[in-house]
């Protein structure tokens, strides 16, 4: 079945460092890639998605690029912001046509001023 | 648009006693969707329903647990005779179309004593 696999964290960070947020998955067909943010108390927001191969998905300054051949997704921003500390979800839609997505477990960032 | 609610926001319980929670998707969504995550982990698919057929339910889930939207509207997600284990975050999503992105609810969460 689909299956998403995200670093772990928590990644730590000082302000206006680069971030890299790790994403693999496994699927069948070709599904859209999304990431999702978590900020405390809150349910998940949409961050950013990619529907086909080499796609950019781009938000706030958070980019990730759809790569087949390596069936990754990461997440990355050039200078992150003590705002930006959250937890990070990385997810595909189904492929199958059932719209049931797969999440992965989560990255928790967190960024010191 | 406002967005999917969710009430309550907040619901403290005692084991054995049954609960129910409202979700109420943004208005032109056909699809919805229950979630259950806990603390370190990302969102764990309950069911989801397209406009008031209920397509599919977790197979790990609970008798205890049912779900209707009676009017492919808004949704409730009961829980009978309420565990200790049952304490989580309950998040709600909806979204439309052929797209897989999902918009989320702020979520309800659950303390079992």
């Known amino acids: 079945g689909d299956s998403v696999t995200q670093m772990e964290g928590p990644v730590t960070l000082s302000e206006e460092a680069f971030l890299t947020i790790n994403c693999t998955y496994t699927a069948t067909g070709y599904p859209s890639l999304f990431w999702y943010v978590q900020y405390p108390g809150e349910g998940l927001q949409l961050l950013l998605k990619a529907t086909k191969a080499d796609d950019k998905g781009s938000n706030k300054g958070f980019e990730a690029t759809y790569r087949k051949e390596t069936t990754s997704f990461h997440l990355e921003k050039g200078s992150v912001q003590v705002s930006d500390s959250a937890v990070y979800f990385c997810?595909?839609?189904?492929?199958?046509?059932?719209?049931?997505?797969?999440f992965g477990r989560g990255t928790s960032l967190i960024v010191h001023p | 648009d406002t967005g999917v609610s969710q009430d309550p926001r907040h619901k403290i319980t005692k084991r054995g006693q049954n609960v129910t929670f409202r979700c109420d998707p943004i208005?032109?969504?056909?699809?919805l969707y229950w979630y259950r995550q806990t603390l370190g982990q990302g969102p764990e698919f309950l069911t989801y329903f397209q406009n008031e057929a209920q397509l599919e339910k977790s197979r790990l889930l609970s008798d205890r647990f049912s779900a209707e939207r009676p009017k492919g509207s808004f949704s409730t997600l009961e829980i009978q005779r309420t565990e200790q284990g049952d304490s989580a975050m309950y998040l709600c999503?909806?979204?439309?179309?052929?797209?897989?992105?999902?918009?989320f609810g702020p979520g309800t969460r659950l303390t079992v004593t």
């Open positions: 997810a595909l839609g189904s492929s199958g046509g059932s719209y049931i997505p797969t």
């Open positions: 999503a909806s979204n439309g179309g052929t797209g897989y992105e999902q918009y």
């Open positions: 208005s032109e969504h056909n699809r």
